[in-house]
């Protein structure tokens, strides 16, 4: 059976199938019989039927996963490899999560220098109003953001064949303090350290860019979806641009398996929110404190 929609889900979805709204359209033709004395008119009615505006809502759950990409190259600097998950839940909830690494080969490991999680909560907002074919409006609201750092120090390999290491802990420490909180590996364990930037680095000031692009934010988007797949536009925190735009040529993910939120998915029925440009930004900031780093050692 299906799991209830969370009370905390603002919302609600439409039904996946809505009642046929039915017009009854009266065309008339005229027969006229002439005779000396009558007129015969004979009326013939017909009836058409308009479907009604039908939301995606009830098919945007379901989990993806984006393999191994090459998203940036860094100046003077290494590659930027992406492998990203990221679902909506059937209550409501959604979780994303990034892994970086520096090189291909590391990322077709699984062998990530950083991981950054983030969960919310996703909301159905109804379906946008005159535009054709149709398109739902949706949100994610960001509530925590996990960061983890798995190798003290990474080293890649430099186009002119040369090794060169980068301190990652330290410079993640630059960047964020996080008020003394150690981002190293914990030495008794030696495992590497997981944190809830909104737990440990607060105020803002604790970690700026974190909280600037992840916490407390509201993206915007629309979206299309069926048991298999979800194809849906760039999210924007503005909603005046993550609700508009609905001519724009969307991102379209395949589901893990065909999933839907509400009802059992039938048998028969068979059929990119991608890589954030926020974890990019970060690691390519990482990586310039390097430099500094260095300078100070």
Request: contains cysteine.
């Amino acid at each position: 059976g299906a799991l209830p929609l969370s009370s905390g889900q603002q919302g609600r979805f439409l039904q996946e199938v809505a009642e046929s709204t039915t017009m009854t359209a009266t065309q008339t033709t005229a027969t006229m019989t002439a005779t000396t004395a009558t007129e015969t008119q004979t009326t013939i009615t017909t009836t058409s039927t308009t479907p009604p505006p039908v939301s995606y809502a009830n098919y945007l759950c379901g989990e993806f996963v984006r393999e191994c990409e090459n998203v940036v190259h860094i100046p003077f600097g290494p590659d930027i490899w992406l492998k990203t998950s990221w679902s909506y839940n059937r209550d409501g909830t959604y979780t994303h999560e990034e892994s970086a690494f520096f090189n291909q080969t590391a990322c077709e490991r699984d062998e990530p220098w950083m991981q950054i999680k983030y969960e919310g909560q996703w909301t159905d907002a109804g379906i946008a109003e005159g535009f054709v074919p149709y398109r739902t409006l949706a949100s994610i609201q960001v509530d925590s953001v996990w960061i983890t750092v798995f190798h003290d120090e990474v080293c890649v390999d430099t186009a002119d064949g040369a090794l060169n290491c980068m301190k990652t802990k330290l410079a993640l420490t630059a960047l964020c303090p996080c008020n003394g909180w150690d981002w190293g590996i914990d030495p008794e364990v030696e495992e590497p350290r997981m944190r809830n930037v909104g737990m440990f680095c607060m105020p803002h000031e604790q970690c700026p860019i974190l909280h600037e692009a992840y916490l407390a934010q509201t993206k915007h988007f629309w979206f299309t979806a069926d048991s298999s797949s979800v194809c849906s536009a760039e999210a924007n925190t503005d909603a005046s641009r993550g609700w508009a735009r609905l001519d724009e040529e969307p991102t379209c993910n395949t589901k893990q398996q065909p999933a839907i939120c509400e009802g059992t998915l039938s048998l028969a029925t068979g059929l990119r929110a991608g890589c954030t440009a926020h974890v990019i930004a970060f690691a390519a900031i990482v990586w310039a404190w390097v430099g500094q780093v260095r300078a100070l050692e």
